[in-house]
């Protein structure tokens, strides 16, 4: 987790609210963190807000810093007086405790309260464990006590989930322990943001949309090889009844008091990669520009969002960020990770072409696309400006960003 400077929250998350003119009652959770109404994201204003996509180059170790770009892009553009919403998706536990870490920025560009939104937040996660888990006990459950859908315990796809890397669980065996604890068969864990219901929930617009896509999930197949779904277990409503509330989005805000939604996270390999669609929206009908983040690079979370989330939300980027750093360009170009603080211009010649290949590509979907250059504090300036020259001579429009240091 990164150091936060000022831990603590500047205002009460009730006055986040008023300044967005949002009207509707909302649930608060203590005096920091709130959930709004996910039919807020139903309305059609006359006049909505602009939608900025934030993507990156191919992920490196060295990491690339796209939240830290979106929440310090949205404090820049709230400090001229733009009325910007920064929307995220919310950390897993599993990666929070393992390398990766925090997912709520950095330096003077962070989410808060960070500890609150890293571990727990507001169930959202858990809530879809539990809805994961259920249609898991379901199923087995169906097959124990009458199997009228003649499921086939060998040719099972639905596995369960914890928000937790636990490698001694990824192969196992239920059903042991004699014929009263079920028909023993091989399972998996996954971790719960890598869950179909996860990323059914983020693309869901309404309760009644979220019920009919969580009935159309594939359990398995039957003797006869036909494909069965959940909703023929009759556990579509329960389901529902367990993410009613996961529906609504989170509101916080940064260091410096600007709003945040976030809601939602599914990852990027597996799924969309995108906070919730009704999270989106949120932030497009209350403010004049909605800052979104897609997961890993432009080729992954990027496309996905630009291929299908788009049309399933009924928007489009107006333009996108491509967040790139010196460091990750080096190490695409062969350099190390334990000389990344050493001056390497051959290396970061090498890596530009990782930078332009996502340039191109996004180019493609004829969308504005603004390169934001992530500066690390041991940089050197002879790198960052070799990179911006280079840009500038493929008529590509980039700023240099220190938001982690400079909020």
């Given at each position: 987790?990164?150091e936060?400077?000022?831990?603590k929250?500047?205002y009460?998350?009730?006055t986040?609210?008023?300044?967005?003119?949002?009207k509707?009652?909302?649930?608060?959770?203590?005096?920091?963190?709130?959930?709004i109404?996910?039919?807020?994201s139903?309305q059609r204003?006359?006049k909505r807000?602009?939608?900025?996509?934030?993507?990156?180059?191919?992920?490196?170790?060295?990491?690339?810093?796209?939240?830290?770009t979106?929440?310090?892009?949205?404090?820049?553009m709230?400090?001229?007086n733009?009325?910007?919403?920064?929307?995220?998706?919310?950390?897993?536990?599993g990666?929070?405790f393992?390398?990766?870490?925090?997912?709520?920025?950095g330096?003077?560009?962070?989410?808060?309260?960070?500890e609150e939104i890293?571990?727990h937040f507001?169930g959202?996660?858990?809530?879809v464990?539990?809805?994961?888990?259920?249609?898991?006990?379901?199923?087995?459950?169906?097959i124990?006590f009458?199997n009228?859908?003649?499921?086939?315990?060998?040719?099972?796809?639905?596995?369960?989930?914890?928000?937790m890397?636990d490698?001694?669980?990824?192969q196992?065996?239920?059903?042991?322990?004699?014929s009263?604890?079920?028909?023993?068969?091989?399972?998996?864990?996954?971790?719960t943001v890598a869950?179909e219901?996860?990323?059914?929930l983020c693309?869901?617009k309404?309760?009644?949309?979220l019920?009919?896509?969580?009935?159309?999930i594939?359990?398995?197949r039957?003797?006869?090889?036909?494909f069965?779904?959940?909703?023929?277990?009759a556990?579509e409503?329960a389901?529902a009844?367990?993410?009613?509330?996961?529906?609504n989005?989170?509101?916080v805000?940064?260091?410096?008091?600007s709003p945040?939604i976030?809601?939602?996270?599914?990852f990027a390999?597996?799924?969309?990669g995108?906070?919730?669609i009704?999270?989106?929206?949120t932030?497009?009908?209350?403010?004049e520009?909605?800052?979104?983040?897609?997961?890993?690079?432009?080729?992954?979370?990027?496309?996905?969002?630009?291929d299908?989330?788009t049309?399933v939300?009924?928007?489009?980027p107006?333009?996108?960020?491509?967040?790139?750093?010196v460091?990750?360009?080096?190490l695409?170009?062969?350099?190390?990770k334990?000389d990344?603080?050493?001056?390497?211009?051959?290396?970061?010649?090498k890596?530009?072409e990782?930078?332009?290949v996502?340039l191109?590509?996004l180019?493609?979907?004829?969308?504005?696309?603004?390169?934001a250059?992530n500066?690390f504090?041991?940089?050197?300036?002879?790198e960052?400006d070799?990179v911006?020259?280079?840009?500038?001579k493929?008529?590509?429009e980039?700023?240099?960003?220190?938001?982690?240091?400079?909020?």
């Amino acid at each position: 987790m990164a150091e936060n400077p000022n831990p603590k929250p500047r205002y009460p998350i009730q006055t986040i609210i008023d300044k967005l003119g949002i009207k509707a009652p909302c649930y608060h959770y203590g005096d920091t963190i709130a959930k709004i109404p996910y039919t807020l994201s139903e309305q059609r204003p006359a006049k909505r807000g602009k939608l900025v996509l934030v993507t990156a180059i191919t992920p490196t170790a060295a990491g690339e810093g796209k939240t830290t770009t979106v929440i310090g892009l949205g404090q820049a553009m709230n400090r001229l007086n733009k009325k910007a919403i920064v929307t995220l998706r919310e950390p897993s536990l599993g990666p929070v405790f393992g390398l990766k870490g925090g997912a709520t920025g950095g330096g003077l560009s962070q989410v808060l309260p960070m500890e609150e939104i890293n571990l727990h937040f507001t169930g959202d996660i858990h809530a879809v464990t539990t809805a994961h888990n259920l249609l898991s006990a379901m199923i087995d459950a169906h097959i124990h006590f009458n199997n009228e859908t003649e499921l086939l315990p060998g040719s099972i796809y639905w596995p369960r989930v914890m928000d937790m890397n636990d490698r001694s669980l990824r192969q196992i065996i239920v059903g042991l322990g004699g014929s009263g604890n079920g028909i023993p068969r091989e399972d998996t864990f996954r971790i719960t943001v890598a869950s179909e219901v996860m990323a059914i929930l983020c693309l869901s617009k309404s309760i009644q949309d979220l019920k009919e896509r969580l009935g159309n999930i594939t359990i398995g197949r039957n003797k006869d090889k036909r494909f069965v779904k959940a909703k023929e277990l009759a556990a579509e409503g329960a389901m529902a009844a367990l993410l009613k509330h996961a529906l609504n989005p989170n509101i916080v805000q940064t260091t410096d008091g600007s709003p945040a939604i976030i809601h939602g996270g599914p990852f990027a390999n597996i799924a969309h990669g995108t906070n919730s669609i009704v999270a989106t929206n949120t932030s497009l009908n209350f403010g004049e520009y909605a800052l979104v983040e897609s997961g890993f690079a432009a080729d992954l979370g990027g496309e996905k969002f630009l291929d299908f989330v788009t049309k399933v939300g009924d928007f489009w980027p107006d333009t996108v960020v491509l967040v790139a750093s010196v460091r990750a360009l080096k190490l695409h170009g062969g350099a190390s990770k334990k000389d990344l603080d050493q001056e390497d211009l051959p290396a970061v010649k090498k890596g530009i072409e990782n930078l332009k290949v996502h340039l191109s590509n996004l180019q493609k979907f004829r969308v504005p696309v603004v390169i934001a250059l992530n500066r690390f504090h041991k940089d050197h300036l002879s790198e960052i400006d070799w990179v911006l020259e280079e840009c500038a001579k493929m008529g590509a429009e980039i700023a240099l960003s220190d938001v982690y240091g400079k909020g």
